[in-house]
């Protein structure tokens, strides 16, 4: 069951001191290095108040491997929507192996949200914003409900839209958190090489950004690492990044 919904006037209030929160700890901590930035984090901001998100896509191994380094029983929320590619699901389960994560919680989509939202489950072929809203949206604002922060793996290389992106950022009330963001391309692969990771058995197929496999397809040479999701479409966003998630958990339309 949803969550019963807060005055707005509360949320927006919330919001402001959050908001510079997240400033001050982005301008002390921002440029300290990725397994810092974790750590601190993890063991002194947000202590047994944070969690991870991953979708285990493409370069999900090189956040992972840093957050069992320091602490494997850290949460893990992964959002099973449905329609994800096989390859992603038996890549979820090699990694959480590989590094020993204890405490992976997967969130699915509102069953009752579903039958009246997506019945069919062709609610992408005619209306992505509203497929990825049920499937992906509600659920993790559900899943980040109980924490305070939350890690992402997201970059500034991945997409223009994304080449401001700080390493401390307000969503509502919560901190997301983006260790990773100033890295690039070499830095990525660097430390995917010198640790000898597992590499998404989709990337070696052009799938440089992977979602759910109805909306995903490879890149093309040139392109930006997230060219391939909802190819055609002025989308590129699925939601769960942008600014609107903890209103998610309170609308009555999901």
Not at 25 to 51: K, M, Q, T
Not at 212 to 237: I, L, M, N, Y
Request: hydrophobic content about 40%; overall charge negative.
């Amino acid at each position: 069951m949803l969550a019963k919904p807060r005055p707005l006037d509360h949320i927006a209030e919330v919001d402001d001191g959050i908001a510079a929160k997240a400033a001050g700890f982005d301008a002390l901590y921002g440029h300290l290095s990725p397994i810092d930035i974790i750590e601190r984090s993890a063991n002194d901001l947000f202590h047994d108040e944070i969690a991870a998100v991953s979708s285990f896509g493409a370069d999900s191994a090189v956040l992972l491997h840093m957050i069992a380094k320091i602490d494997r029983t850290l949460p893990v929320i992964f959002l099973d929507t449905g329609k994800h590619f096989e390859e992603t699901l038996g890549y979820r389960d090699a990694l959480v192996a590989d590094f020993g994560l204890t405490n992976i919680r997967v969130i699915k989509p509102d069953e009752a949200a579903l039958e009246r939202i997506d019945p069919t489950g062709n609610l992408h072929q005619n209306n992505t914003d509203a497929c990825c809203d049920v499937r992906k949206v509600e659920p993790l604002a559900r899943g980040v409900a109980p924490f305070r922060a939350w890690f992402t793996g997201r970059k500034r290389f991945q997409a223009s839209t994304r080449a401001a992106l700080p390493v401390f950022e307000a969503v509502g009330p919560r901190i997301r958190i983006n260790p990773l963001a100033h890295w690039t391309t070499s830095d990525q692969a660097d430390y995917m090489r010198a640790h000898a990771l597992r590499e998404n058995p989709l990337v070696a197929y052009g799938y440089l950004s992977i979602g759910c496999f109805p909306c995903t397809q490879p890149v093309q040479p040139g392109e930006d690492a997230r060219s391939g999701r909802w190819a055609g479409h002025a989308k590129t966003e699925c939601g769960i990044h942008l600014s609107g998630l903890e209103v998610s958990l309170t609308d009555a339309s999901l």
